[in-house]
């Protein structure tokens, strides 16, 4: 990733931080037209679509994260709360059940089995 491209997605994930959720979907949105595969910048829009309301966008971009690297934990930790948080329970312990597989001592994705039970 070169160096531009990554102060750009560090920027994206300081708006995010800082609550500035327009300036952040802005930075990622413009970085996906110059890298659209980019499992991270996916993630983070997602991320930021999800803590502004838009959740079929928010789903959209964490499963396209997902598809890029569908072993990467963290992603399919904040896809399944997600699905949870919008009351699609099925797809969420199907998430945390494949996160569990991928690493059985997850404790984030330990806690929330327990709501599945």
Do not use: W
């Not at 491209?5 to 500035?20: D, P, T």
């Not at 979907?25 to 996916?42: R, W, Y």
């Not at 991928?102 to 599945?116: G, R, T, V, W």
Request: glycine share 6%; proline share 2%.
């Amino acid at each position: 990733m070169s160096s531009t491209i990554n102060s750009s997605l560090e920027r994206g994930i300081a708006f995010k931080v800082e609550g500035r959720y327009e300036e952040a979907a802005t930075e990622f949105q413009q970085l996906l037209t110059e890298i659209p595969d980019s499992c991270d910048v996916h993630h983070q829009l997602g991320l930021v679509y999800g803590f502004t309301g838009l959740f079929d966008e928010s789903l959209e971009e964490l499963k396209m994260a997902v598809s890029l690297e569908a072993n990467r934990i963290d992603i399919r930790n904040d896809l399944a709360l997600t699905y949870s948080m919008l009351g699609y329970f099925d797809e969420a312990k199907a998430e945390f059940q494949e996160v569990l597989r991928l690493d059985p001592s997850n404790q984030k994705a330990l806690e929330n089995m327990q709501y599945f039970d």
